[in-house]
T-cell receptor
Framework: RKEVEQDPGPFNVPEGATVAFNCTYS??????FFWYRQDCRKEPKLLMS???SGNEDGRFTAQLNRASQYISLLIRDSKLSDSATYLC??????????FGSGTRLQVQP | GAVVSQHPSWVICKSGTSVKIECRSL??????MFWYRQFPKQSLMLMAT?????????EQGVEKDKFLINHASLTLSTLTVTSAHPEDSSFYIC???????????FGSGTRLTVV
């Protein structure tokens, strides 16, 4: 079983739509959780950290459910510029990051 | 914010040659850098953890004699792909942790194509 699992998509949504991505992780000792965004052939960029209390940054809302080992990302009012691959990332006590394979989002006009 | 400079951005080389990739932390000291590899449509996979002044720690299945890592200073880590083969063609990317509360910064990646 992969340490971090995501639906690869692609998710094709119209501009203005609300879209949600989910991610599950296998190691219950995982400590930190993030969503990264990766554009084609580019390095990943941190979108937001994820906390148990949930957190919001503009149109983006992230949630963590430790009991279910489940992380979510909600994007409201999708923009064309949101088209990218969204990576669910955890740390497991080691300092290196463990990446999910990513969920591809394509926002269409 | 923290910047990690990675060079080259892309390289095409012949089978059997060696390629060196550099990562520099420009405005902070990175005692630890991480090297990842990403094949098309796959996740970033950790190859090794590079520690300043000591030997790198390699992940299972990564050949330390093929992927030479040197972290001689607090701002520079290098990855050398020795005797490259077409199956080594991939996107190589480094990352540094600025500090416990500052997150991770990635280099811009190196796309290696071995022909």
């Amino acid at each position: 079983r992969k340490e971090v699992e995501q639906d690869p998509g692609p998710f094709n949504v119209p501009e203005g739509a609300t879209v949600a991505f989910n991610c599950t992780y296998s190691n219950s000792a995982s400590q930190s959780f993030f969503w990264y965004r990766q554009d084609c052939r580019k390095e990943p960029k941190l979108l937001m950290s994820v906390y148990s209390s949930g957190n919001e940054d503009g149109r983006f809302t992230a949630q963590l459910n430790r009991a279910s080992q489940y992380i979510s990302l909600l994007i409201r009012d999708s923009k064309l510029s949101d088209s990218a691959t969204y990576l669910c990332v955890v740390t497991t006590g080691r300092r290196a990051l463990t990446f999910g394979s990513g969920t591809r989002l394509q926002v269409q006009p | 914010g923290a910047v990690v400079s990675q060079h080259p951005s892309w390289v095409i080389c012949k089978s059997g040659t060696s390629v060196k990739i550099e990562c520099r932390s420009l405005d902070f000291q990175a005692t630890t850098m991480f090297w990842y590899r990403q094949f098309p449509k796959q996740s970033l996979m950790l190859m090794a953890t590079s520690n300043e002044g000591s030997k790198a720690t390699y992940e299972q299945g990564v050949e330390k004699d093929k992927f030479l890592i040197n972290h001689a200073s607090l701002t520079l880590s290098t990855l050398t792909v020795t005797s490259a083969h077409p199956e080594d063609s991939s996107f190589y990317i480094c990352s540094a942790e600025q500090g416990a509360n500052y997150g991770y910064t990635f280099g811009s990646g190196t796309r290696l194509t071995v022909v």
